[in-house]
């Protein structure tokens, strides 16, 4: 157990945070935010200070975008276009396939085997 000497004085704690109150109040009341022509390297976006674009910018990019979805669409349509005309003994691999497969379930479903 500790003697009261080594024990802090509460009221020498309370004195000395009224003490530096001033000093504390003054680091929290001054400007935090950075002046606007100051570069502070890199930032996350959040932390960005926000400057409106203009309207030929904006066109711009909207541009820029509806071109990179027109691409994206063609690029998809080439793709699905690409796989449309199958050989005809490929279909009729997959239907026969299909077929037993469908055949073989019936079966297996059903109780013929088990007489």
């Given amino acids: 157990m500790s003697t009261p000497e080594e024990r802090p004085n509460p009221d ?8 530096a109150r001033e000093q504390m109040a003054a680091a929290l009341t001054e400007d935090q935010e950075p ?5 502070l390297g890199w930032q996350p976006i959040w932390k960005r200070p926000r400057k ?3 309207k030929a910018a904006k066109k711009a990019e909207l541009r820029k975008q509806r071109k990179r979805l027109q691409e994206a669409a ?8 690409s796989r449309r005309p199958r050989s005809r003994q490929n279909r ?3 239907a026969a396939a299909r077929r037993d497969a ?14």
């Fill in 92 to 94: 009729i691999g997959n």
């Fill in 102 to 115: 469908r055949a073989l379930s019936r079966v297996r479903h059903s109780n013929a085997w088990l007489w």
């Fill in 74 to 81: 063609k690029r998809r349509l080439a793709a699905a276009n």
């Fill in 12 to 19: 020498d704690a309370l004195a000395r945070a009224r003490a």
């Fill in 52 to 54: 409106p674009k203009s």
């Fill in 35 to 39: 002046d606007p022509d100051e570069f």
